[in-house]
């Protein structure tokens, strides 16, 4: 009688994403079992797109959001830099944070024709980067993944009011992009009398205005800052009193955030203790940023210093710690002009990856060391406009969208020249 068969060892996930239930639902689409999905949401972009012609279940597959959300949070964190006019680089931030002098990059040429354009990174989630282009005064968004090198560009979607600060991300409750600006009300009777607000969703070309900005003005016109589903923005109030003939002005500062479910505004609680070093408020900056999962707030002091604020819990005011207070000297031509932009931190180094002034530092918090990190390809003293965004690869792309949402095969565009 021959021996029995030796037992099949057991395929088991790696422990730091294990499987999960809310995959079971896709196994109709692929007759094939879990442990394949798990796989495929581990592969880079480029295989899987090819792997689309593997069979009809695999290419539905792709267009199921669970499997896209899953491959999106497996996805290895990049940084984006727009240093240049026409080309947007990618840099492993891994890389970043390990060696002194990062030559693995990536390059994409932007999705446009126009002559000498504006082109400025309004915001990048899910894989979908969102840009503002502006070329001899007209302005036009394109939703662009430079991995699939797919985009859609939609000239004047938003009516005609100069804008003040957009906003670019994800509601989860309704598997919509969504893209939201802030402006100057025209019919105001004074400057700053009121901003509104619009919200246009990328998957049904909607558009929809809602409440006013609540505080005042938006301080920044950089984009709004991403995080639990909310868009995050300075606000600030400018109140006028009158004692004795002289005219007093007080500024108050708030952070806003705009949930994108529900489309409502709410405060989210700065730090209880600033150090005002001994400054007037007229003589400080302020910036908002995101560094991992954390909201990061900069306070500059005119030509002083620059603290670096993280929030630790979302939402919980105890547990803002201040990380840094960095000595900035005679480089700045105004108060207003902050010299301090965090652009990434990682928990797993436990380093932050900063900018002061024109010099691109990654700082070790405990051992209170900065190292100079040089960016292949990039000049920080570039006279255009320099920009810094998170961004991983994905299969996400607006005209995908279009057709999982109909239930036909999307028409696929390229608008790279």
């Known amino acids: 009688m021959a021996p029995p068969p030796p037992p099949q060892p057991k395929i088991a996930a790696p422990n730091s994403a294990p499987l999960t239930d809310d995959l079971v639902p896709m196994l ?11 796989i495929l949401t581990r592969l880079p972009v480029k295989p899987l797109f090819k792997f689309r012609c593997v069979c009809k279940s695999w290419d539905s597959l792709f267009y199921e959001p669970r499997f896209l959300k899953r491959h999106v949070k497996l996805a290895q964190q990049k940084l984006l830099v727009n240093s240049r006019p026409i080309f947007l680089k990618s840099f492993q931030v891994s890389t970043l944070l390990g060696d002194k ?6 390059e994409f040429r932007f999705p446009i024709s126009s002559h000498k354009p504006d082109v400025r990174i309004v915001g990048s989630c899910n894989g979908l980067v969102c840009l503002s282009i502006c070329s001899r005064g007209n302005e036009s968004i394109c939703f662009w993944n430079p991995s699939t090198k797919e985009a859609i560009r939609l000239p004047h979607i938003f009516s005609a009011q100069d804008c003040n600060v957009y906003g670019f991300g994800f509601d989860d409750s309704i ?25 246009y969703r990328v998957f049904n070309r909607s ?8 505080s005042g003005f938006p301080y920044s016109r950089r984009e709004g800052i991403l995080l639990n589903g909310a868009l995050h923005t300075l606000g600030l109030n400018i109140e006028s009193s009158v004692e004795n003939g002289v005219e007093t002005k007080t500024s108050t500062w708030s952070i806003v955030a705009l949930d994108l479910a529900t489309e409502t505004f709410r405060h989210v609680p700065q730090p209880d203790q600033f150090d005002d070093g001994g400054f007037k408020a007229e003589e400080m900056s302020m910036g908002l940023y995101r560094v991992g999962d954390s909201l990061c707030l900069v306070r500059g002091f005119h030509e002083a210093f620059g603290d670096v604020w993280v929030m630790k819990q979302y939402g919980v005011e105890e547990s803002w710690v201040k990380l840094v207070r960095i000595p900035l000297g005679a480089v700045t031509a ?4 902050l010299r301090v932009k965090p652009v990434y931190f990682s928990e ?13 530092y990654s700082y070790n918090p405990k051992e209170n060391v900065f190292r100079v990190v040089n960016l292949h390809g990039v000049n920080l003293r570039s006279k255009f406009f320099i920009q810094f965004s998170n961004h991983v690869d994905s299969l996400y792309s607006p005209s995908m969208m279009k057709g999982l949402r109909s239930g036909r095969q999307p028409h696929y565009m390229n608008l790279e020249g």
């Open 28 to 38: 109709p689409y692929l007759p094939e079992d879990l442990v394949i999905i798990e």
């Open 207 to 214: 558009m929809k205005k809602i409440a006013n900005f609540p």
């Open 348 to 360: 797993k180094y436990g380093q932050l990856l900063i900018i002061v002034r024109d010099k691109l």
């Open 334 to 337: 105004s108060p207003y002009m």
């Open 101 to 106: 002098s990062c030559t693995n990059t990536q």
């Open 175 to 199: 598997n919509d992009f969504k893209l939201v600006r802030a402006f100057a009300d025209p019919s105001g009777e004074a400057d700053w009398k009121a901003f509104n607000v619009e919200i």
